[in-house]
């Protein structure tokens, strides 16, 4: 980024509400930053943490440490208190920093830590804990060794593992994404994704910089700004997760309003699974293809993506990236459908260092050879598109056939008056059962007996929901990602229906 400032000084770099920054701008902000840091006790190897949600302050505070080699863990604000209490118990940063400018959530967990307020004369104002006695961490000079993030798992299972994140495997997703779209020089690049989160870090914020785009950081999603923006700023890339667009379809039916994208060029989809018919209608309404990729936090998180000239009709996650390797590891299910699929595993630049602190859960998805366990459940066709079926842990065996949740949720997705579904398994004696939970557009007047007649023509018989329940809004993350562990657990217990 540094050197893009010397290369296209006066070209936008950052535009956050009414601040707009060049790069040159941006980089004398990184500059000032690193002393500021070093003011504040900050040293190389330090942990730092940044408690916020998506603005310029965390964007310079991310390229300020990563310039003095200290690590900061970002966390979405937006997450519970005993979910940052557990972060921070873990992480043990040298300093927390709160963008409570950028986000009231931030504002409240910086009061509930005592942290001080701050009004800083370009980044706002913030709100910054008192400096710990920490240990910092070895500092290395190759840079894939050298952790720069680390991004937090979301901690369902239990405490939250730091995913250690390395300069190396950061800056090869950059590298790569934006290559893969085209990112070059004058593109317009709408962050609304977490940068929490590693698609929002790595593949957003660091791909849009590293490749000499203006990034549009935005904290939370907003159908309606999301819109406005695409006409007054002329966005012209545009990633997000799936819930993201299904729910942009349904505030332009609801509102009436005509979809307005005069410089948009690219639409990309990730962060969860992408159903065909929401793919479908989103390339109708937009008249671009919805690209579509895959990966994990661990991985940095892109595994796989479609090329920017791929038009597929199908919901593959596109071809693995270059300098990575794969294998597919047999499930060992007599299910006839087992021969093609495997447990996917992947080696490459990308991949994390570990979990901090956490030895243990780290020996359990990375061996000693580098290989990741993904955890997913995927199948790889004749020309090498990867399709991914399901995770491991969500397949159903129900009465000895394997059930794959994605394909069921498809089906139910295809009805009209259908934004959102999730599927999960329930254990009962023997067996399993396929438990589905399904979120309606507003108003919507479906019942359960009319879409159980809608999946019947669709699915095998064995493949059926025993039970749906109809909900208003289906548990997720800040990035829209469904929160299938709590929807496990309330299958368990028996759901009321609505």
């Known amino acids: ?25 941006l980089a004398n902000q990184v500059r000032s930053a690193v002393d500021w840091l070093r003011e504040l006790g900050v040293r190389p190897g330090d942990r ?4 916020s949600e998506n603005c310029r302050s965390l964007v310079v505070l991310l390229l300020a440490a990563s310039e003095m080699d200290a690590w900061l863990a970002i966390v979405n604000s937006r997450l519970s208190p005993v979910e940052v209490d557990q972060i921070r ?10 963008t409570a400018e950028a986000s009231s959530e931030a504002r409240a967990h910086g009061e509930r830590h005592a942290a001080e307020f701050f009004q800083h004369s370009s980044l706002g104002g913030l709100m910054i804990g008192s400096l710990a006695d920490t240990a910092p961490e070895p500092v290395h000079t190759n840079g894939a060794e050298q952790v720069a993030a680390m991004i937090y798992t979301s901690g369902t299972t239990g405490t939250p593992k730091g995913v250690m994140l390395t300069h190396r495997g950061i800056l090869y997703i950059a590298s790569i994404s934006g290559g893969m779209r085209h990112l070059t020089e004058g593109q317009r690049v709408y962050g609304v994704l977490p940068m929490s989160h590693v698609f929002g870090l790595a593949s957003v ?15 939370r999603f907003e159908a309606s700004a999301l819109l406005d923006a695409l006409v007054d700023e002329r966005i012209t890339v545009l990633q997000g997760v799936p819930a993201m667009y299904a729910r942009m379809l349904e505030h332009l039916k609801r509102s ?8 948009l060029v690219y639409t990309s989809a990730g962060g969860s699974p992408l159903d065909a018919d929401l793919k479908r209608r989103v390339e109708s309404c937009f008249g671009l293809t919805l690209h579509n990729g895959y990966g994990l936090t661990e991985a940095s998180p892109t595994i796989s993506q479609t090329r920017i000239d791929d038009c597929y009709g199908s919901t593959t996650v596109g071809r693995v990236l270059p300098l990575l390797e794969y294998r597919l590891e047999p499930l060992g299910s007599l299910d006839d459908e087992a021969p093609e699929t495997g447990e996917l595993w992947v080696r490459g630049p990308n991949v994390m260092r570990g979990y901090f602190r956490q030895a243990e859960a780290t020996r359990l998805c990375l061996d000693e050879d580098g290989w990741l366990n993904t955890g997913d459940i995927a199948r790889v066709d004749d020309s090498g ?21 994605p394909d ?4 139910i997705n295809e009805h009209p008056q259908v934004t959102l579904s999730a599927v999960v398994g329930r254990q009962v004696s023997g067996n399993e059962e396929v438990i589905a939970f399904v979120q309606c557009e507003p108003g919507a007047k479906l019942t359960e007996d009319e879409l159980r007649g809608f999946i019947a023509e669709r699915l095998a018989p064995y493949k059926r929901p025993c039970e ?20 496990r657990q309330l299958a368990q217990e028996g759901f009321p229906h609505a």
């Open 468 to 487: 749906i329940f109809l909900v208003d809004a289906l548990p997720a993350t800040a990035t829209g990602k469904i929160l299938k562990g709590q929807l």
């Open 205 to 219: 914020c660091m791909g849009s910089l590293y490749n000499g785009a203006c990034l549009y950081p935005v904290p």
């Open 89 to 98: 118990s873990n992480c043990e940063p040298r300093r927390i920093f709160y």
């Open 408 to 411: 069921v949720e498809a089906v």
């Open 256 to 263: 009436g309003r005509a979809l307005a994208a005069p410089a």
């Open 1 to 25: 980024m540094l050197e893009l400032a010397q290369r296209q000084p006066q070209q936008d770099a950052i535009v956050d509400g009414e601040v707009r920054w060049s790069y040159a701008e």
């Open 385 to 405: 598109e990867l399709y991914i079926v399901g995770r491991s842990k969500e397949l159903i065996i129900r009465s000895g056939f394997n059930i794959y949740p």
């Open 48 to 51: 730092l943490m940044a408690v």
